[in-house]
């Protein structure tokens, strides 16, 4: 018998309490008043909605800032706290949690598209358990019932304060959370490694484009543009037929075979081949799609490149992190980002001759090769081990009901 039955079996052995969460606590709203200003030259720590939807515990060493003048009234957030994602494209990723499980004296604000749990009793619940716990099966499937909407869907946290969670024993918590953690600690190891050699990669990427020694020119001199086309979801096929194109949505982007779609006879300036450049202008604001044959939708434009520069080396700019930057400080603002087609034309980029692109473009090719080609068996092993620690995730947080 392991340390885990033996705890249940001495602690909760007729089963386990489950409670809702309204009558466990409160929730509260992010950060309200601030406009596009107040994110420059911030002087408190800015937790934003990516922070979040990524890290099930919450990452409190941050750069993101957000001013905060003396005596103004904001919440903060503070050790124990379930915070959850408000709105996203589809059902199943709203309400995405994160926990704070590190304590600090500093304030940390919560950005105004995310929403946060507080137990009224601290001690009903570790936060290194409730890490695993709102980020199961069970507890997804109960918070995705929760969103609602049409294009786009948001958290009711009225109908949240019904959301059932078992309340174990606090010893039985914490040994779950010891055999939980013995499976994120080595996939957070393996991951490290893998983001150590993409930083690596960044960085000769960065000084091979960006070399002060290139002239300067807008991408308006380098390019032409032009945007995809919304169809309606009545005219989007399941099921590819003749003449019919892959219909390319920020969806697709996700890797969701559940929401690929296919378009019959679509007009040919919204076809895009393998060889073309996507920028995404709004949704995923800024990342380039390559390689990728359809149609495209009007979150996307398609960037067109002239003589002066290669289209490839034109593919390695506009997905370097540098650009990346650029092209979201561009973006307007509002609830959701959109890089009008004027501004990505404002934007520039260095442009040494075709004979010196063509070099950086093999040496880029060459540089991410050998990238792909050591880091190859990371991405896989990072994938099985996330699985094993899933299953043994929902298996150990399935009690029984008292």
């Not at 499937?141 to 948001?154: D, E, H, L, S």
């Not at 930057?325 to 609830?335: E, I, N, P, V």
């Not at 010196?356 to 090769?369: C, D, G, S, T």
Request: charged fraction near 30%; include cysteine; proline fraction near 4%.
């Amino acid at each position: 018998m392991s340390r885990l039955d033996e705890l249940i079996q001495k602690l909760c052995p007729n089963g386990v309490e489950y409670r809702k969460l309204g009558e466990l606590g409160k929730f509260f709203g992010g950060i309200t008043g601030k406009s596009k200003d107040d994110f420059t030259d911030g002087n408190a720590k800015f937790i934003t909605y990516k922070n979040v939807y990524d890290n099930p515990s919450l990452q409190i060493d941050v750069e993101e800032r957000v001013k905060i003048a003396d005596g103004e009234k904001q919440r903060t957030l503070q050790y124990g706290d379930v915070i959850f994602t408000g709105s996203s494209e589809t059902p199943d990723e709203c309400g995405m949690s994160s926990v704070v499980t590190v304590k600090t004296e500093e304030n940390l604000y919560l950005n105004s598209f995310c929403f946060f749990f507080r137990f009224d009793d601290m001690n009903i619940m570790l936060p290194g358990f409730a890490k695993h716990l709102f980020r199961s099966n069970e507890l997804r499937y109960q918070i995705g019932k929760t969103a609602n909407g049409v294009t786009r869907y948001n958290i009711s946290k009225k109908m949240m304060e019904k959301v059932s969670i078992p309340v174990p024993p606090l010893e039985v918590q914490r040994e779950i959370v010891r055999i939980l953690d013995s499976f994120t600690l080595l996939t957070a190891e393996l991951t490290a490694e893998l983001t150590a050699r993409k930083k690596q990669y960044e960085y000769y990427e960065h000084n091979l484009l960006f070399d002060d020694k290139y002239k300067r020119m807008k991408l308006s001199d380098l390019c032409t543009v032009n945007q995809g086309l919304q169809i309606p979801i009545s005219k989007r096929l399941k099921e590819p037929r003749e003449n019919c194109y892959l219909y390319i949505t920020v969806q697709f982007l996700k890797n969701n075979e559940d929401e690929q779609y296919y378009i019959e006879n679509p007009d040919k300036n919204v076809i895009c081949k393998e060889d073309d450049i996507l920028v995404t202008r709004t949704g995923s604001t800024g990342v380039i799609v390559y390689g990728v044959e359809g149609c495209f939708h009007n979150n996307f434009f398609k960037v067109t490149p002239n003589e002066l520069i290669h289209k490839k080396y034109m593919y390695f700019l506009l997905r370097s992190k540098y650009m990346y930057k650029k092209m979201l400080t561009a973006a307007s603002g509002g609830t959701v980002p959109d890089l009008p087609h004027k501004k990505f034309y404002a934007l520039e980029v260095p442009v040494p001759t075709i004979d010196e692109q063509k070099h950086i473009v093999e040496m880029l090719e060459k540089f991410n090769e050998l990238c792909n080609d050591i880091s190859i068996g990371l991405p896989a092993e990072i994938e099985a081990r996330q699985k094993q620690y899933e299953f043994y995730r929902d298996k150990l947080l399935s009690f029984k009901q008292l």
